[in-house]
């Protein structure tokens, strides 16, 4: 079974510019989670999806954070535009349906640089 | 304050030593607990999880949940130096879906 893929590895922007970062979860995964994790803590959580609809965006930074999953597949998440504090690692995960514990699949993760 | 918290280290331990990582809580409607081991450079992979108290044993490895201390521990017995990595510990409630993280503890283990 393929893990979850992510692109690109690595970014590197200035801010106030765009960028995107791309995931693919584990064939079959309905449930897919975008975090941040900031360099020595624990990832946070973004957004949630459910197919391609948002279960959980409370922690999203909406005014320049923006995330979809159009066909419940491939999910895209972008920052426009980025501040210095968006530096971080974008970890994509996902999830199958009736696990009770919850486990999830983390794809490699985009690792974001902001100069 | 956090809803967990995890002492970040660095931890460093010689070859065949126990270690012993830990989290606490405050919210007492966790129900599930995890550790994930992170490598660098990679993303994280469960490793462990227990649901409600108890212990759970797996090879080298013990989970430890006692929920009226609020505290979590993994234990890791004859460590070896590819046991070096970021040991995430993760939390939720029973019927929700989000995962709550520590800190994590960065270990090394010095052959």
């Known amino acids: 079974e393929a893990g979850v893929a992510q692109s690109p590895r690595y970014k590197i922007i200035e801010k106030r510019q765009s960028v995107a970062f791309w995931c693919n979860p584990i064939?079959?995964?309905?449930?897919l989670y975008w975090y941040q994790q900031i360099l020595g803590q624990g990832p946070k959580l973004l957004i949630q999806?459910?197919?391609?609809?948002?279960?959980?965006d409370s922690q999203l930074p909406k005014d320049r954070f923006s995330a979809e999953r159009l066909k419940g597949v491939d999910s895209t998440l972008k920052i426009q535009p980025a501040k210095l504090e968006d530096s971080a690692v974008y970890l994509c995960?996902?999830?199958?349906?009736?696990?009770?514990?919850?486990?999830?699949?983390f794809g490699p993760g985009t690792r974001l640089t902001v100069l | 304050q956090k809803e967990v918290e995890q002492d970040p280290g660095p931890l460093s331990v010689p070859e065949g030593a126990i270690v012993s990582l830990n989290c606490t809580y405050s919210?007492?409607?966790?129900?599930?607990f995890m550790w994930y081991r992170q490598y660098s450079r990679k993303g994280p992979e469960l490793l462990m999880y227990?649901?409600?108290?108890g212990n759970k044993e797996d090879g080298r490895f013990t989970a430890q949940v006692d929920k009226s201390s609020k505290y979590i521990s993994l234990f890791i017995r004859d460590s070896q130096p590819s046991d070096s990595a970021t040991y995430l510990c993760?939390?939720?409630?029973?019927?929700?879906?989000?995962?709550?993280f520590g800190q994590g503890t960065r270990l090394t283990i010095n052959p």
């Open positions: 995960a996902s999830r199958r349906t009736g696990t009770a514990y919850n486990e999830q699949f």
């Open positions: 064939s079959g995964h309905a449930t």
């Open positions: 999806f459910q197919n391609n609809g948002v279960v959980d």
């Open positions: 919210n007492s409607a966790f129900q599930y």
């Open positions: 227990t649901y409600s108290s």
């Open positions: 993760a939390m939720k409630v029973q019927g929700a879906q989000k995962l709550v």
